[in-house]
């Protein structure tokens, strides 16, 4: 009796242990840009700049960025690549200035973004996002160079189980642990 009542707790644990795992992987957030209110301004140190806050933050394909700023003094500018770097303002691919922005990052890859506000971009006021491929997470095999194309084929499912019977093992140690 003890032993399947155990066995039951074991596995009800693992299993929301499970459930909090997938729900946090899944899950899109609105996220802040800067962290905090008021960081969509020029940066008064390196240390301060938004790339700094962006570098150490984690982006997913449904997320979405928020920007929280006076509209009648300050705009969002999505622009490509090459206007990020040129700071370049005159055509962006999309311009917002209601002071309450929201912009969903809908695929993986960079996103750009300046200021719209003249000289504003040059003195930092700018930032790159990016998004990470969603299979990026779970795919632990590196690519398969050229050379391989020739050589036998390996189920692509190896790798894949493997993880999968690692984070269960994984997962059954942390909950003995937790109970024992
Ligand atoms: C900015 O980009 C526009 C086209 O998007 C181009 O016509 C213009 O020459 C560029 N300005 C500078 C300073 O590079």
Same mark, same amino acid.
């Given at each position: 009796m003890a032993g399947l009542s155990t066995t039951l707790a074991c596995s009800s644990l693992l %299993?929301?242990?499970?459930? %909090?795992?997938?729900s946090f992987s899944a899950e899109a957030k609105d996220i802040l840009v800067g962290g905090k209110a008021g960081a969509w301004k020029?940066?008064?140190?390196?240390? @301060?700049? %938004?790339?700094?806050w962006a570098e150490s933050t984690r982006f997913r394909v449904g997320d979405s960025l928020v920007w929280?700023? #006076?509209?009648? !003094?300050?705009?969002?500018?999505?622009v490509t690549k090459e206007d990020y770097v040129s700071c370049n303002t005159t055509n962006?691919?999309?311009?917002? !200035? @209601?002071g309450n922005t929201k912009?969903? %990052? @809908?695929? $993986?890859? $960079? &996103?750009? &973004?300046?200021?719209?506000? !003249?000289?504003?971009?040059e003195k930092g006021q700018k930032f790159i996002v990016v998004v990470l491929t969603p299979r990026h997470r779970y #795919?632990?095999? $590196?690519? $398969?160079?050229?050379?391989? &194309? @020739?050589?036998?084929?390996?189920p692509p499912t190896s790798s894949a189980s493997s993880f999968k019977g690692g984070l269960v093992v994984g997962l059954g140690l942390l909950a003995s642990g937790l109970l024992f």
């Open positions: %299993l929301s242990l499970f459930l %909090l795992f997938s020029v940066p008064s140190s390196q240390s @301060d700049s %938004l790339n700094a929280k700023y #006076d509209g009648a !003094k300050d705009s969002v500018l999505q962006p691919i999309t311009q917002y !200035k @209601d912009v969903e %990052l @809908d695929r $993986p890859g $960079p &996103f750009y &973004f300046v200021s719209g506000v !003249k000289g504003n971009c #795919d632990i095999s $590196p690519a $398969p160079s050229p050379a391989e &194309f @020739d050589g036998p084929a390996v």
